[in-house]
């Protein structure tokens, strides 16, 4: 059973910075995409970051320069490092299966981003 877990979630001000963590089992995590996808508060799902199992990195427009996705296949984590962080960048954080986020996702952590 594919299992995500994600930590590393809380309020933080305007500027500031937060990393995220997300723990897979299940599956072969060496050789699968993930991706990080977000959900502000009344709104549908935003696909943020994705890292394909050769480590290549993709970004959408609105955290390019902020954010940085990265794995550790020893341990079966994805990262998504958060800096720069605005306002409009908080809702509740996933991580997912594959490169698009429609697959297997978390239950997510909260980022709130907030003076």
């Known amino acids: 059973e594919v299992q995500l877990v994600e930590s590393g979630g809380g309020l933080v001000q305007p500027g500031g910075s937060l990393g995220l963590s997300c723990a897979a089992s299940g599956f072969t995590f060496r050789g699968s995409a993930m991706s990080w996808v977000r959900q502000a508060p009344g709104k549908g799902l935003e696909w943020v970051s994705a890292?394909?199992?050769?480590?290549?990195?993709f970004y959408a427009d609105s955290v390019k320069d902020r954010f940085t996705i990265s794995r550790d296949n020893a341990k079966n984590t994805v990262y998504l490092q958060m800096n720069s962080l605005e306002p409009e960048d908080t809702g509740v954080y996933h991580c997912?299966?594959?490169?698009?986020?429609?697959?297997?996702r978390g239950q997510g952590t909260q980022v709130t981003v907030s003076s």
């Open positions: 890292i394909l199992h050769d480590g290549t990195t």
């Open positions: 997912a299966l594959g490169p698009r986020g429609d697959l297997t």
